[in-house]
């Protein structure tokens, strides 16, 4: 790393202008959160690998900013030279650099890498000293990254409509409907999940992810779509053509944007395109009548770009005042299910439980014959010791790669939808703690093991979070993780009125851990997409100001998953994923109507783990509902051991 930082730093004395400093993110051109392996380039400069977090390189000194899910990670990846910045407690990046840096200075980053808004908050900050941000001509870190992965030359796959539930053509429609409304003639569509959303695309360039890098251009009478080509099989590309799509190189976006800016980007699939969707109301729009491509002129001409997505270096070539800057109008419907997303989340949840719990079948039976371990259901110290070095073993590697054999096993199965968090005693105190081969931790069966994991099927993306141990937990260790229990309970089963947002629902998850003055560093709630990226917005359920943006609203699917995380001791973390759906309720106050969740995750929760003296009874009512489900639901799925097992993991608890 220090080679890697000694490099750039000839680079930036090199620049023209030369750079005072050099800001590496962890986006990629698209604003990820995940990225493919050739745009991992914080990581690649720090050695961090967490996926939130930026890096800034001085002359001097050599900083990197994370959030508290990866306090300690960071802490134990970064070298000495590296000084770990934990947002929420240090200084911002933009305060620091602007109290930091001298007058003037130039800072330097790759703004295909920046989004809209996060340039506009550094500039903004950089005034106040005359700061000015640099946009660098090339990637300084492209230059200096030897041996750089290749760039990804996946398939492009077309996502049929009966795992899709809507088609383009509808999905097109509605879009440039939203353009009128919002008095836009165009919108430059940059988040990789929205693109796969909205021509029913997936790919495989980035793990985990079924997305495709691309982009897509929408006006109110074309499409295109901006990738490698050698990607698109002739199959793909006619599916293309039938969807009045025209398919444009990767890099040529750039060029595109520019045209666009002057109203010259014109497809010769645009007719087709329109003529498909005659019943948009144009408003005040207005024929120009001297193409064939049916352009249409509005008054004000504006592009729609989402600040939040779309990287600076593209709406640099824009005209300002000729940009709508708001959040994408796909994210919503993106966001709300249709029926056909809701039935095949819930059928992949129902397989994906199933390979969760012969996956604990199994382990149950592993700890107890190698380790003495008295198992998930007895409560009692191991009985011998561990077999001795070179004997099998079990290491957080070995069973992760046990539970992806058995989702693998099931209908649909394209892979993880993230890498798999398993994780032993202190290990789990690491919030998105993820094993390595060399280094991972042997099963304990005296300490918590905790395994955060989910999979990308056809019909669906799951994600779900247990914590179990099979020994004999301390009363710490229980107390903790009833008080985890209670609050995933406790949202689960809240009702609320329409237009409640996950702000005003976060603290339902934590009012038991606030009860004995404990808490945890992330929020409570994400949503999930359909055969799509495992985090999707933009509704969550957080302590975090933007939680207040959007009310949750009924078919969206947002995880609860409360947790308490004790460094250097244990973890614990309970996270099911939820529909929310109308809910009829006695009263309807000011006539706003009430929702509620479903769950849709089913997999038992260890009873030996659960202080059953401070649940109420409802709380008792509900796991015992929740855990005969499990059995009637998960029932055809399992054999007959693995349904004894279950059977006597979902027993009735008495209250």
Known sequence: MAETVTALRSLMSSHSPPLHALIVPSEDYHQSEYVSARDKRRAFVSGFTGSAGLAL???????????ARYFLQAAQQLSDEWKLMR?????????????????DAAIGADTWCVSVDTAQKWERAFAKKQQKLVRTTRNLVDEVWKNRPPAETNPVTVHPLQFAGRSVADKLKELRKNLVQGKARAMIVTALDEVAWLYNVRGSDVSYCPVVHAFAIV???????YVDKQK??????????????????????????????SNQLISSSSTKGFEENPKIDVGNATNRGNSSSHAVEFVNDLIWVDPGACCFALYSKLSVDKVLLQQSPLALPKALKNHVEIEGLKKAHIRDGAAVVQYLVWLDKQMQELYGASGYFMEAESTKEKKQLGTRRLT????????????????????????????????????????????????????????????????????ITRTVHFGKPTPHEKSSNTAVLKGHISLGNARFPNGINGHALDALARIPLWKYGLDYKHGTGHGIGSYLNV??????????????????????????????YEDGNFGIRIENVLIVKECNTKFNF????????????????????????VLVPEEVEWLNEYHAKCREILAPYLNTSEMEWLKKATEPIAA
Not at 58 to 65: D, I, K, S
């Open 57 to 67: 390189i001085t002359m001097n000194e050599a900083l990197l900013w994370t959030d």
């Open 219 to 225: 006006t109110i009478d074309s499409a295109f779509f």
């Open 590 to 613: 000011g006539d706003k109507g009430y929702l509620s969740f479903e769950h849709i995750t089913w997999a038992p929760y260890q009873r030996k783990l659960i202080d059953v003296s």
């Open 396 to 463: 957080e590697v070995s069973v992760s790669d046990k539970l992806e054999e058995f989702r693998a096993s099931k209908e649909h199965f394209r892979g993880l939808s993230f890498r798999t968090t398993s994780s032993v005693g202190s290990n789990a105190a690491i919030i998105h703690y993820k094993p390595e081969a060399e280094t991972c931790a042997e099963l304990d069966p005296d300490c918590i093991y905790l395994f955060d994991s989910g999979a990308q099927y056809l019909d669906g993306t799951t994600d």
């Open 535 to 564: 985090h999707e917005g933009p509704h969550q359920i957080s302590l975090r100001p933007s939680a207040r943006d959007l009310p949750l609203q009924v078919s969206m699917a947002v995880t609860d998953e409360p947790g308490y």
């Open 232 to 261: 698109l099989s002739p199959e793909t590309n006619y599916y293309m053509e039938e969807n009045g799509i025209m398919v444009r190189n990767y890099g040529d976006v750039s060029s595109d944007v520019v045209l666009l800016a």
């Open 87 to 103: 947002m929420g407690e240090d200084s911002s990046v933009d305060i620091w650099m602007t109290d930091n840096l001298p007058k």
